[in-house]
């Protein structure tokens, strides 16, 4: 192997790749061949880095520099001055939002500095498409210690007591899983690792299989040796075709080297790992719909008892595990279960990866330790709210988690805090608004989305949501009632307590989070006929302050539907019956003259 | 047997290990609404995707409530069935439920008969909150030969799906589209006609709606009965008589043959006749067709086409049309007693009144709704004359009679005319599974070995085990017989005959659990499979009543051979009483 005395590793992660960082990668690769210097630096693609919000990113080691939002001509710049001149170049750093200064490395960056990086170890730091560099950073250590020194036994020993609980959503511990799957009997058992992640805006399982693979193959073959298991499957999307492009070589590496397949190590444990393709449908993170998912079946899920544990793929007792459960578990083997227990609260032990998304200044992955604050993480990490606006609320849990608040912003984050408070972990979309998202609006597109992702087996999943997102369209059009909002309310009720599967068992929540902590909101729609927010369009009202205007027809000439009328240098009126509430008015005005209530 | 102590609305009860709260509650005589959930005991046949939410509990312990139909009892378990939580929950869901459901009971087919109506009511249902702003899911209407589906009426309670895919391995429908628009189709959503269909119609008899039901043929049957220039000929099948009576509120396997034969006088049929007849004249067709092969095949021929297979099941003939096209020489040519009565009704028959077959319109009572299909069929017609005009079921037919108020219950008993209405108690019998085989044994026998039968009850090939088999001693020679019915049942025998396992001579099929008795087309039976025991008892009854047993003693068979056919698998024999069959899998059109 070849050693270089610098690495330039170039953003893959999803953002940065749709922000042409690829582009980037090809003229840094040019721009060292030309000055003859290609065997001397290599240019690396990683994973992702989490910073999405200033990608494409470019990490420049040993010198740990970070410059952000590169365009593929700075890399004539990076190679003339870093590279060969050893100036770091100023412009490409990051600025610190308060300082104002040029942060070289990612150490002293707010978005960084609280974040302790377990699952997402090696994304940003190696070549996920060469298992040496896997290897190099301790990989496949963990199985072989697994097979050569631990019992079965041993391992899901340390796994129960790392205290590692699913990441998928429900946080079930992970090690009682295995327990119950290594006892069942049978002649053939699964491992099944649960790469269907479906919440809008979330990508944090894609980001493991794209910037990690290696670390899934490894702790499914763990997994595979504890509860006796031979065989893997690895559901993913067909819409992520880079983690599928990924995880087919990094599978290919690894039966090459003899890491998966026949006689691991010498040793009699065999374990092959095969892939397995899902449509998209949400409800096929749902493990019992998966497992009819990939047996050719309708994605839809049955009723538990019996687990998969018991009867999962083709009837087999068959272990699901979500891939950022599974990114921590070749960790706690080589690192002992106490350094992981010793991370995190007392019932959630370790780090949660989230998608921080909405109204917040640094959108990006993040990982954090469990309990950390969600101020900590809206305010530190994410930067703040956008544009200096007020925070208002955050969604936890993606679309079927719940809107916290304010008072909420000092809670440390476990499992069983968020389910507390309203919400709950989910598989770690964390969603920020502002002053100016109405929250009716908010729980209106949360069930938008249930409402399209039911599978229509269960009644009051399949009717229940849809009535749900009627009324609360009928809500935010002005035409609720009180007496709706009891009824909003018993829906909800209802549809958590008798739908079959976890979909439609919290689909409600983003409703009855709302209706908890912002029922002033609601009523002012139902009684007042006002969004507070002033977001819902039926119920604004466009309306000029006559001694404001100066009759500059600005206003009349932008209105689509012609509902304004003046006199050139008079005063102008909108006509209420015409107007369309478009805000063409209020966006043409220099003057403040037009008013929204 | 390993029992477990539960608590069910404070009462104690001890139950075996594994049984759902349903049965346990049942058990006690509590019984909690359902609506998805179905099952017909004896026929192990049981739908319950525990899709309804209408059987939920209150399981203490449990944070949700939980579906009683799949949810099995924990030693211990407390259990409330009818908590504030409980019927709250019940009602808020049913209201959901008919919230997307058309309100046009008043003109439903299904009105009066329908599941969901009784559960409206029985749950007090008066108003549905929110009715105004609900959009509905609606879909196109599709028609068939024989099936109407109206998936606007579709609850998802998954039994048709159940029906065709588990029971009757056919695989037409399934479900398509997700969430609100989910219902039950053909993939693709393609008409009905254009799937695997077999039209054997148990997903219409399981349909707790009116999303599906049979085409409705009594229109066309009293048009034909006010034209004063037809002749209108009416046939009944087998089954039809043990099941009538339970749609004028008669118990089930109440015999009613003088009363249907009276009604249908009544309503105006000029002459009342019997598929029984037709029974009788297949077993002589079948049955020599059969010792033809036989004896082919004990001198060697490996092309004696043995086992035989029956074929007067409609729904089974367009099922190995669709599955085993490779084997279409292997049933018998015999046509079944619906078109052989047609045929020979509108040759024979018309020929002796002395009238053009165009002037007779031939009817069928049938328990099936592949019948209509069969009818319709091309090559059972003559220059565009079918065969058999309409096809109409049990349903419809009580439907008829009670439009033209008819008191069914008081009516008389009358016979059935002559000579197409003679029969035998070996034709009764072809409306239970394994009657036709039975009906075949007694007349084979007597020709095969030229022996007087000393016992007539052959009771080793009937009861409602799916497959069954036996062997038949024929004076030294053992004759091995397999039975099936249910298509997945059919389907077992089937594979087994294609991959030269099968050591069977004869084989029956018959399309619906039960046989014709639980047809598509019979009274329905929701769900309770005591009904079908019933009706089955009661086609035994009747073949213990009847002087003559065995088809070949059926004097006017008898002299129809003798007037005008010869004798069995004669030349005219074959060209009216027996048929052909096509390669159909290619007509099966997956995406148009």
């Known amino acids: 192997m070849s050693k270089f005395r610098m690495h330039l590793l170039v953003c893959g992660g999803t953002g940065c790749r749709a922000a042409e960082s690829s582009l980037i990668l090809e003229s840094l690769k040019r721009e060292l061949e030309e000055k003859g210097l290609g065997n001397e630096v290599q240019v690396i693609m990683t994973g992702c880095f989490g910073f999405c919000e200033k990608g494409p990113v470019v990490k420049v080691m040993p010198d740990n520099t970070f410059y952000v939002q590169v365009k593929p001509e700075d890399a004539a710049v990076i190679v003339a001055e870093h590279v060969i001149k050893g100036r770091p170049v100023q412009r490409l750093l990051y600025v610190d939002p308060k300082s104002k200064e040029h942060v070289p490395d990612s150490k002293h960056m707010g978005f960084y500095r609280k974040q302790i990086r377990i699952a997402l170890r090696n994304c940003g730091f190696i070549n996920p498409e060469n298992i040496d560099e896997y290897i190099a950073r301790e990989g496949y250590a963990a199985l072989g210690k697994c097979i050569s020194e631990l019992t079965p036994a041993d391992v899901i020993d340390s796994i129960k007591k790392s205290g590692l609980r699913g990441r998928g959503g429900a946080g079930f511990p992970t090690g009682l899983k295995w327990e119950i799957a290594s006892k069942n009997k049978a002649d053939q058992k699964y491992v099944v690792c649960n790469a269907d992640e479906g919440d809008p805006g979330a990508f944090m399982d894609r980001s493991v299989l794209e910037g990690d693979p290696h670390s899934i193959l490894e702790a499914m073959a763990i997994c595979g040796y504890a509860i006796g298991a031979s065989k893997g499957l690895i559901y993913i999307r067909a819409e992520y075709p880079l983690a599928i492009q990924r995880l087919k070589i990094a599978l290919g590496q690894a039966r090459e080297y003899g890491l998966l397949g026949k006689n691991i190590f010498g040793s009699d444990f065999s374990f092959d790992i095969e892939l397995r393709y899902g449509a998209g449908a949400f409800v096929c993170g749902e493990e019992t719909a998966l497992i009819h998912s990939m047996e050719g079946m309708r994605g839809e899920p049955t009723n538990k008892p019996p687990f998969p544990a018991e009867s999962g793929f083709l009837g087999k007792p068959s272990n699901v595990n979500n891939v950022e459960t599974f990114a921590s578990v070749p960790v706690i083997i080589s690192k002992g279960w106490e350094w992981f227990s010793s991370i995190g609260t007392e019932k959630s032990k370790g780090t949660k990866v989230f998608a921080l998304a909405g109204k917040i200044n640094n959108v990006g992955l993040i990982e954090v330790p469990m309990g950390t604050t969600l101020r900590e993480i809206i305010f530190e990490i994410g930067g703040g709210i956008k544009n200096g606006k007020k925070f208002k609320a955050v969604q936890t849990g993606g679309p079927s988690g719940g809107c916290l608040t304010e008072k909420h912003l000092d809670t440390p984050i476990d499992f069983d805090n968020l389910v507390a408070a309203g919400s709950m972990m989910g598989s770690g979309g964390m969603i920020v608004m502002d002053e100016d998202d109405c929250m009716v609006s908010i729980a209106k597109f949360f069930l938008e989305f249930t409402v399209e992702e039911s599978c229509g087996k269960c009644a009051p999943c399949r009717i229940g949501n849809k009535r749900l997102h009627e009324l609360l369209t009928h809500i935010t059009k002005g035409n609720g009632t009180m007496a709706d909002l009891d009824r909003l309310k018993n829906m909800c009720n209802v549809i958590k307590d008798t739908s079959l599967c976890g979909l439609g068992q919290t689909s409600p929540n983003p409703v009855l989070s709302t209706l908890n902590n912002f029922m002033d909101e609601y009523v002012a729609h139902v009684t007042e006929k006002r969004c507070p927010a002033g977001s819902c369009r039926e119920l604004m009202k466009y309306s000029i302050i006559v001694d404001k205007c100066v009759g500059c027809t600005a206003c009349a000439r932008g209105c689509p539907v012609n509902a304004i009328s003046g006199e050139r240098k008079g005063p102008h009126f909108i006509d209420q019956e015409k107007c369309i509430k478009c805000g063409a008015c209020f966006e043409k005005c220099k003057f403040g003259a037009v008013l929204i209530n | ?592």
């Not at chain 2, 929110?130 to 030969?145: F, H, L, N, V, W």
């Open chain 2, 1 to 592: 047997m390993e029992t477990i102590k539960i608590t069910i609305d404070n009462k104690q009860v001890e139950v075996e290990k594994g049984t759902t709260i349903l049965d346990a509650a049942r058990k006690m005589g509590i019984e909690i609404p359902t609506l998805c959930h179905m099952r017909l005991d004896d026929l192990n046949i049981e739908n319950k995707p525990g899709g309804c939410r209408i059987c939920v509990v209150e399981v203490q312990g449990r944070k949700n409530l939980s579906p009683a139909c799949i949810t099995k009892c924990d030693n211990g378990s407390v259990i409330r069935t009818h908590t504030p939580r409980v019927m709250n929950a019940r009602r808020t869901v049913m209201e959901f439920i008919l919230s997307d459901h058309p309100k046009d009971c008043l003109i439903c087919p299904k009105s009066g008969t329908c599941d969901l109506q009784n559960m409206a009511h029985r749950l007090g249902i008066r108003e549905i909150p929110g009715q105004e702003i609900a959009e509905m899911s609606t879909y196109r209407k599709d028609t068939s030969p024989s099936i109407i589906r109206e998936l606007d009426k579709c609850i998802m309670c998954r039994r048709c799906e159940m029906m065709c895919n588990d029971v009757q391995t056919v695989g037409a429908i399934g479900a398509f589209n997700r969430g609100f628009m989910a219902a039950v189709g053909p993939a693709y959503e393609q008409n009905l006609e254009y799937s695997p269909c077999t039209y054997c119609g148990q997903c219409v008899a399981v349909c707790p709606t009116g999303a599906l039901t049979e085409v409705d043929h009594t229109r066309d049957v009293l048009r034909a009965i006010v034209d004063p220039a037809k002749t209108v000929v009416v046939q009944t099948a087998p089954a039809v008589r043990a099941a009538l009576g339970e749609e004028f509120g008669m118990k089930p396997g109440t015999l009613v043959t003088g009363k249907l034969v009276t009604a249908l006088r009544e309503l105006g049929f000029d002459y009342v006749f019997d598929t029984d007849f037709a029974a009788d004249l297949t077993i002589m067709e079948e049955g020599t067709e059969f010792l033809t092969r036989l004896k082919k095949f004990l001198n060697g021929d490996k092309n004696a086409n043995i086992p035989i297979l029956t074929s007067c099941c409609p729904g089974w003939v367009n099922f190995f049309e669709h599955n085993y096209p490779d084997l279409k020489d292997v049933p018998s040519t015999a046509k079944s007693p619906q078109q052989m009565f047609g045929a020979i009704a509108k040759s024979y028959f018309a020929d002796k009144i002395n009238i053009n077959r165009k002037d007779m319109v031939v009817v069928s009572i049938m328990p099936c709704l592949a019948k209509k299909y069969e009818s319709q069929r091309p090559e059972f017609s003559v220059d565009g004359n079918p065969d058999v005009d309409f096809s109409i079921s049990t349903r419809e037919l009580a439907n008829f009679i009670r439009q033209a108020n008819i008191d069914f219950v008081n009516l008389p008993e009358s016979d059935f005319d002559r000579p197409l209405g003679e029969s035998t108690g070996a034709a009764v019998i072809f409306g239970n599974t394994g009657g036709v085989i039975e009906a075949a044994v007694r007349t084979a026998y007597e020709l095969y070995t030229g022996k007087k039968l000393n016992r007539l009850d052959f009771t080793e090939l009937r009861g409602m085990e799916g497959v069954r088999q036996a062997t038949i001693d024929f004076d030294g020679f053992p004759l091995n017989i397999g039975i099936a019915h249910g298509l997945g049942n059919a389907r077992k025998l089937l594979d087994e005959v294609k991959a030269g396992r099968s050591n069977f001579h004869a084989i029956e099929v018959m399309a619906c659990p039960g046989g014709c008795i639980g047809g598509g087309g019979q009274p329905l039976h929701h769900g309770d499979s005591s009904i079908l025991k019933a009706r089955a008892m009661a086609i035994y009854e009747e073949d213990r009543n009847k002087p003559i047993r065995v088809s070949h003693e059926n004097p006017y068979i008898l002299q129809l051979y003798k007037e005008y056919l010869g004798e069995p698998n004669s030349e005219k024999a074959h060209h009216l009483l027996h048929t052909h069959y096509f390669d159909r899998k290619a007509k099966i059109v997956v995406k148009q």
